[in-house]
T-cell receptor, first 115, second 110 residues
Framework: NAGVMQNPRHLVRRRGQEARLRCSPMKGHSHVYWYRQLPEEGLKFMVYLQKENIIDESGMPKERFSAEFPKEGPSILRIQQVVRGDSAAYFC?????????????FGPGTRLTVT | TQLLEQSPQFLSIQEGENLTVYCNSSSVFSSLQWYRQEPGEGPVLLVT?????EVKKLKRLTFQFGDARKDSSLHITAAQPGDTGLYLCAGYAGDYKLSFGAGTTVTVRA
């Protein structure tokens, strides 16, 4: 099963620490999207990346958050100096192209808890 | 403010009953997708509807896309406990970013 893979599935960090979330897209997919899901809310778009390029980061907070998708290896969502409000489920999705007729396939998510 | 409004927020029914979940917007969508999400897991794509007025059937699930491509519905016939989950609608409003509704939590009691 070559689905979207995310790790870790659960991550606990103390306030002020860094969180690194990893995402490997489906085989053959070169477009990666990160979404955040807060309790009782739908998923919210954060950032869209292609290999070595950030295409759209309009949904990502300007401070403390960054994302990358290197030529080799998984996409990384990095949150520096985490605060309690960062606690959420973070999902990665991938698609073969980035057109509005193409479906995005989601990974199982990383549940971040900030204590 | 959600671009896509889902109703109801919660739905609890007995096994064998039918249910309908609605997804509405004032915006036009080029396509709309329905996902089901179980606790601790990611959303799993059920269907994509593209054409206004389109109806798609997936076993006991029927999906409709409104003629104006602003709304959609999901109807489940003879619901089973295995249909329990969070149902999410999501759409593209002109670019590659999926906009999601807040979801409908469906519980089917045995």
């Amino acid at each position: 099963n070559a689905g979207v893979m995310q790790n870790p599935r659960h991550l606990v960090r103390r306030r002020g620490q860094e969180a690194r979330l990893r995402c490997s897209p489906m085989k053959g997919h070169s477009h990666v999207y990160w979404y955040r899901q807060l309790p009782e809310e739908g998923l919210k778009f954060m950032v869209y990346l292609q290999k070595e390029n950030i295409i759209d980061e309009s949904g990502m907070p300007k401070e403390r958050f960054s994302a990358e998708f290197p030529k080799e290896g998984p996409s990384i969502l990095r949150i520096q100096q985490v605060v309690r409000g960062d606690s959420a489920a973070y999902f990665c999705a991938s698609s073969p192209v980035a057109l509005d007729s193409y479906e995005q396939y989601f990974g199982p998510g990383t549940r971040l808890t900030v204590t | 403010t959600q671009l896509l409004e889902q109703s109801p927020q919660f739905l609890s029914i007995q096994e064998g009953e039918n249910l309908t979940v609605y997804c509405n917007s004032s915006s036009v969508f080029s396509s709309l997708q329905w996902y089901r999400q179980e606790p601790g897991e990611g959303p799993v794509l059920l269907v994509t509807v593209v054409t206004g007025g389109e109806v798609k059937k997936l076993k006991r699930l029927t999906f409709q896309f409104g003629d104006a491509r602003k709304d959609s519905s999901l109807h489940i016939t003879a619901a089973q406990p295995g249909d329990t989950g969070l149902y999410l609608c999501a759409g593209y409003a002109g670019d590659y970013k999926l906009s999601f509704g807040a979801g409908t939590t469906v519980t089917v009691r045995a």
